[in-house]
């Protein structure tokens, strides 16, 4: 009796692990099923934030480029060229120092500059595109008016429409700021984390 005891429970633990196997195999069958939408979903949103991380640090790279070339155009155009006549030029008299830096060459500057700001512009936003633009705008600005073979006598007061140096140039500091706290305000933080 005990033989055949000892060989129904092993019969019988035979048959409840094949059971288990079996429902274990089921429900990993059927749970695979069932998450498959969920799996899916997961694997869509880690590429759809993947691709998003990578869309902000592309922007933020070329806001920064912005900024950056805001920068150095406002530094340009603020430092002048070294074509200015001083109080000692005009002190000592005589013949008016020649130029030092040609026309061309200054426009040239002015083209190279508004050549590199176009490039950016399809990466940046509207609202910071529009600045860039500003920017580009008031530097052509002052170089047609440091070029200007027009002597400062003959052209339009800025009452009859005419441009006004220094409001140029302060327009432009503005601008070439303004875009630098946009870099400041919306990449530096993210930068951080």
């Keep these: 009796m005990n033989e055949e005891f000892s060989k129904r429970k092993l019969f019988q633990g035979v048959i409840f ?50 900024a950056s070339l805001a920068a150095e155009i406002v530094f340009r155009t603020d430092r002048g060229y070294p074509n200015i006549v001083t ?50 705008l008031r530097h052509f600005i002052v170089t047609e008016m440091r070029t200007s073979k027009v002597p400062v006598e003959h052209r339009a007061s800025p009452s009859e429409g005419g441009f006004n140096f220094n409001n140029e140039m302060n327009e432009l500091r503005s601008a070439g700021g303004l875009i630098g706290q946009m870099f400041r305000d919306k990449c530096m933080s993210i930068k951080q984390l």
């Design 17 to 66: 692990t094949l059971l288990i196997t079996i429902a274990t195999g089921l429900g990993n069958v059927f749970s695979a099923f069932f998450m498959l939408d969920v799996k899916k979903q997961e694997t869509e949103d880690n590429l759809n934030a993947d691709a998003r991380r990578r869309a902000t640090e592309l922007h933020c790279t070329k806001l920064e480029e912005s």
């Design 87 to 136: 109080l000692s030029d005009m002190m000592l008299g005589g013949d008016m120092p020649a130029k030092k830096v040609s026309d061309d060459k200054i426009k040239k500057e002015q083209r190279d500059m508004e050549h590199k700001v176009f490039r950016l512009l399809p990466y940046l936003r509207p609202d910071e595109a529009q600045i860039m633009e500003k920017v580009t």
